[in-house]
């Protein structure tokens, strides 16, 4: 298991450069994943199994403890994503099919990558697991709910349609990863070090996949979807952390809220784009992938060397903000 610890230290740390150079093989040769796309659900059920594996009940309490801080982060995951998704890709005047993407990626859940982020942020972890947790467990209502409000009458989608797939690649593992978790504690401490690892390697796949089959697109409008994912990423964790500072969070919660904000689901995007509209809607989320790991990764370790306990006592307003 030392040997699987040290393998899953080194794809988390270059994580962000194996999904750059899968896309880029991807992109010279195209027909050699030919059918890949079939596959990016199935390949987000086993992400999710994973996640759920990780997660305990004990990963809920802060539900009761402070409501506020987790109803804001929340809600900033929801409002503020979607909106700047819709907003970015009518800028810059993207076409519909890749529209429908940008709001995907907006409408989806936080990603399990932000836990990681946030830890090495020095933010407050416990706030950012139980934003991914509930943000996810809410995703079978709300990511159908806005993609139907904000693409409105540009591209035909169910929403119905939509919610079943939710249901069926994240809630359904999810949940079957917990109960795993709670039935056979022992068996899940074995392999849990290997679920990073699953992790890289499905949205590694998810990645090849989209790029695949999209190629044509992304050669001809790579540059402006690039631009228009930065803006969304960087836009999301300078509003989240604006809304922690804003509300009187203690710094350590502003920095989970900025990266939960910040750092999307992309690959669930990417599997409903594919699914629901074409590889060419998903394409937004697979560059999101990579790059939201590159500006998390930036971010974290600006962060990591910058003090929180100092701050957060100078703002005594913050405690009270946090504990109604």
Known sequence: MNTVRKISTFVGRWFALIVLVAGAVALATPSTFDGWAAQVPLLLQIIMLGMGMTLRPSDFAIIGRRPWALLLGVAAQYTLMPLLGWSIAHLLGLSAVLTAGMILVGCAPGGTASNVMVFLARGDTALSVAMTSVSTLLAPVMTPLLVLLLIGEDLPVSGKDLFVSIVEIVLVPVLLGLVLRLLLPRLIERVIDVLPLISVAGITAVVLAVVAGSASTLLSVGLLVVLAVVLHNIGGLALGYAVGRVCGMPV?????????????????????????????????????????????????????????????????????????
């Open 252 to 324: 350590s919660s502003r920095r989970a809220i900025s990266i939960e904000v910040g750092m999307q689901n992309s690959g669930l995007a990417a599997a409903l784009a594919t699914v629901h509209f074409s590889p060419a809607a998903a394409l937004p989320a697979a560059i999101f992938s990579v790059w939201h790991n590159v500006s998390g990764s930036i971010l974290a370790s600006y962060w990591s060397r910058r003090p929180t306990e100092a701050e957060d006592v100078a703002s005594p307003e913050a405690t009270s903000a946090v504990n109604p």
